[in-house]
C-alpha cells in the first residue's frame, strides 16, 4: 500500500504534471546550507524554551519545556510562535526566490504567498491527520498550492508526508468538503474521518512518500489527500518542516492568512496552531 513518489521534470510544465499527479516533488529546490541556517534558527528558539537537548543540531526533544512558564497565556505562546516563524533564516528559504521563481514556473505568472507559515516542530509519536487543505483555506483564489517544505533532513520513519495517490480526483472527497469552511461550519471536522487504511483500500490507491533531504519539497493542491506518518523516531529526533501557500499575484487572498497581523483561524493569529503549544502537551496524534 506504499509507493514511491516520482520527481517531477522541471523540463516540462509543471502545471501539467500537477494535474496529472497532484502533487511535484521537487529536489535541491533551496540552498541546503540555507535550509541548515533556518534548521537552526528554529532549534536555538526551541532551546530557548528548554525543549531540545544539547547540543541543540542534533534536534533532540529533551520530554520537557519551559515554554508556558515563560509564556504563560494562549496569547504569549502564540506571539512567541510567531517570531520563530518569522525568523529571518526561515523566511530567506520558505519565501525567498527559489521557491517563488518555481511558483512563477507553475502558475505562469508572478507568484504571492500568505504571509502565515505553518511551521511544525513533531516530536516521535506525533502525526498529523489526514486532511485535504480545502477546507482550511479557501476564502481567496482556488488558484491556491501548498508547499511542504522539511528543515532538514526526514528519513522515511521520521514523520515523512504522505499523499494517497490520485486523489485530487476522487469526487467523494470534492462532494464532501467543497466549499466547506472550518471557521464557518464548527459542527464538521476538517479532517477526514475515515481510517486511512480503509480509503487507501476502498480507492485502490497508495500512499505516496519518500524521505527528504535539505533542499527538497513538495508541492500540491487543494484536493490532494495528505497526511503525515507518525515520526517514529528511535533517537527523539524532532521532525521540523514548514507549510507555506502560493498563488498568482493579483488573485483575491484568504484575508485569514495574508498582513503582519495575520488573524489566522477563529482570529487566533499563530496560537491557532498546536505548534504554538508547548512540545511536552502536544504528544497525542492530532
Ligand atoms: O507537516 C505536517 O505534518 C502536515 C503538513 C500539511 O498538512 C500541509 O503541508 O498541508
Ligand atoms: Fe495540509
Known amino acids: 500500500m506504499l509507493g514511491k513518489m516520482r520527481e517531477a521534470d522541471l523540463t516540462k510544465s509543471l502545471s501539467d504534471q500537477l494535474l496529472e499527479d497532484g502533487y511535484l516533488l521537487l529536489r535541491s529546490v533551496y540552498d541546503p546550507s540555507a535550509v541548515n541556517i533556518a534548521r537552526q534558527e528554529i532549534l536555538k528558539r526551541l532551546a530557548e524554551v528548554g525543549e531540545v537537548k544539547n547540543p541543540i543540531s542534533g534536534a533532540i526533544f529533551s520530554g520537557t519545556s519551559n515554554r508556558r512558564n515563560l509564556h504563560p497565556t494562549a496569547e504569549d505562546l502564540g506571539k512567541f510562535w510567531k517570531s520563530v516563524s518569522e525568523g529571518p533564516a526561515l523566511r530567506a528559504v520558505i519565501n525567498g526566490p527559489r521557491i517563488i521563481g518555481i511558483m512563477d514556473q507553475l502558475f505562469g505568472s508572478l507568484t504571492a504567498h500568505f504571509s502565515f507559515a505553518w511551521l511544525r516542530a513533531m516530536q516521535a509519536g506525533r502525526a498529523s491527520p489526514m486532511h485535504i487543505d480545502h477546507p482550511y483555506m479557501n476564502r481567496g483564489t482556488d488558484q491556491l498550492v501548498t508547499c511542504w517544505t522539511p528543515l532538514g533532513p526526514v528519513d522515511i520513519d ?18 464532501q468538503f467543497e466549499g466547506q469552511d472550518v471557521d464557518r461550519d464548527k459542527s464538521k471536522p476538517g479532517h477526514i474521518q475515515e481510517a486511512p487504511l480503509e480509503l487507501v483500500q476502498q480507492n485502490n490507491s497508495r500512499f505516496l512518500t519518500t524521505s527528504f533531504n535539505p533542499g527538497d519539497c513538495l508541492i500540491f493542491g487543494m484536493f490532494t489527500v495528505h497526511g503525515s506518518f507518525d515520526n517514529n523516531s528511535q533517537i527523539g529526533r524532532i521532525r521540523l518542516s514548514c507549510d507555506t501557500r502560493f498563488q498568482p499575484v493579483g488573485e483575491p487572498m484568504d484575508p485569514r492568512f495574508s498582513g503582519v497581523n495575520p488573524s489566522a483561524h477563529e482570529g487566533l493569529g499563530y496560537s491557532c496552531l498546536s505548534a504554538a503549544l508547548p512540545m511536552n502537551e502536544t504528544n497525542s496524534l492530532r
Do not use: D, V
Open 158 to 175: 521520521e514523520g515523512t508526508l504522505y499523499i494517497l495517490e490520485q486523489s485530487h480526483n476522487w469526487s467523494e472527497i470534492r462532494n
